[in-house]
Each structure stands twice: as C-alpha cells, then as structure tokens.
C-alpha cells in the first residue's frame, strides 16, 4: 500500500497567517495516463469530509482561493494563504493513482 | 445539487452482519465510483473499496476484502456496504462518496458493535 506521511499533526495558527502542511508518499504518484491523482480534504468536527484541491492543484468549485496546492512525484503541499476562522478542522492528502490511501491527517486549531 | 443520503445509525452484535445504504440524488451512479471509507473514533479515514455499479466491478483494500461486500442497485441510483463478522473494532463511522476527489459524500453512518 502507498503510505502518505503527513507534517505537521497538528498547526496552530491564528487568524491572517498562512500556513503551509506537507504529504510525502511513499511511492510516486504520478500515474501512467500523465495525471497526478493527489487530492487534499477538510473534515470540520462533525462533518463529513469536503473536496479542496484535486489533481495536485486545481480547486474544486466553491473552495476559495485562499487554498492552493502544488508538488510532483511524492511530495506535495496544501498552503492556507491567510487562515480563517471557518478553516479549523483536520486536513487530509488522499491519493487515488494507486488503491486509495489518506494520509494521517494534520489538525489546524485556530489561535 | 448531489446528495448522498445514508441510511441510519446501527447497533450490531459481534459475530453478525449489517448492511448500509447509500441513495444518490442528482448523479447517476453508473458514471462514477461508489468509494466507502470509514472513520474509527477520533481516528483518520481509512479506505475500504470502491464499486463501479456500471458493471458491478469492486476492488477492496486488502484488510477488508473477508469484511466487507459492496453492491450497487443502478435502478434505484443506490449502493450497499455489507459488513460480516461484526466486531468491536468494527465500531466506527462509515462513508460513501462519489466523484472525482472523491467531491461529494453521504453523511456518514454510525455502526457500533457491542453485545
């Protein structure tokens, strides 16, 4: 199985900041069709998980663009470019190129 | 607008089986993946297996593949989770969702296993 390896566990940041979290794979996921299938995810408490980014960098459709994303290979970055209150919760890189794996997730608590 | 509405929370035994429910609104199965993904408490999310209910084609990650039986009705635009040989670790949060990402998903079902 590919493992994603997520830094930090958890970010405390406050309101404005940006911040940036990392996921390492442990195998490239670059697949064969040219495509890099590494999506990232937010799971407010309670909630179910919501789609941010996918395909390494473009945003899903209602996300604002205070989130981008970027890497090739095995490592990749989400980065908040000025954190917001509703952004709390716990941050997720999933790769599909390979039989999906989530990484262990990053907790951002708001200052 | 997609909408995944699962079906309601369960208490099961060990040692018996239970069966999720996951009805599509707005998206046709058939043009997508149906993935299930569970959420032990205070956990991460853990993948369990995908259908294409075009074709009934399932793939299961290999520590679910004696627990977990996927289904898909294309009829009613909906899928099933079968879980057997409920156990006490089995107790945990159980999603379904669809999509490229995958972008949309149901709300989650509570399975708790306790006797």
């Known amino acids: 199985d590919v493992v994603l390896t997520q830094t930090p566990p958890t970010l405390s940041a406050t309101i404005g900041q940006s911040v940036s979290i990392s996921c390492r794979s442990s195998?490239?996921?670059?697949?064969?069709?040219?495509?890099?299938?590494l999506n990232w995810l937010l799971q407010r408490p309670g909630q179910p998980p919501q789609l941010l980014i996918y395909?390494?960098?473009r945003l899903e459709s209602g996300v604002p663009n205070r989130f981008s994303g970027s890497g090739s290979g095995t490592d990749f970055t989400l980065k908040i470019s000025g954190v917001e209150a509703e952004d709390l919760g716990v941050y997720y890189c999933?790769?599909?190129?390979?039989?999906?794996?989530f990484g262990s997730g990053t907790k951002l608590e708001i200052k | 607008e997609v909408q995944l509405q699962q079906s309601g929370a369960e208490l099961g035994k060990p040692g018996t089986s239970v069966k999720l429910s996951c009805k599509v609104s707005?998206?046709?199965?058939?043009?997508?993946?149906m993935h299930w993904v569970n959420q032990r408490p205070g956990k991460g999310l853990e993948w369990i297996g995908r259908?294409?209910?075009?074709?009934?084609?399932?793939i299961y990650a290999e520590k679910f593949k004696s627990k977990a039986t996927l289904t898909a009705d294309t009829s009613s635009n909906t899928a099933y989770m079968q879980l057997s040989q409920l156990k006490s670790d089995d107790t945990a949060i159980y999603f379904c969702?669809?999509?490229?990402?995958?972008?949309?998903w149901g709300q989650g079902t509570l399975v708790t296993v306790s006797s």
């Open positions: 969702a669809i999509g490229p990402g995958p972008a949309y």
């Open positions: 707005g998206y046709n199965i058939r043009n997508t993946y």
């Open positions: 259908i294409d209910p075009a074709n009934g084609n399932t």
């Open positions: 195998q490239s996921l670059l697949h064969s069709n040219g495509n890099t299938y």
């Open positions: 395909l390494v960098s």
């Open positions: 999933v790769q599909s190129t390979h039989a999906p794996t």
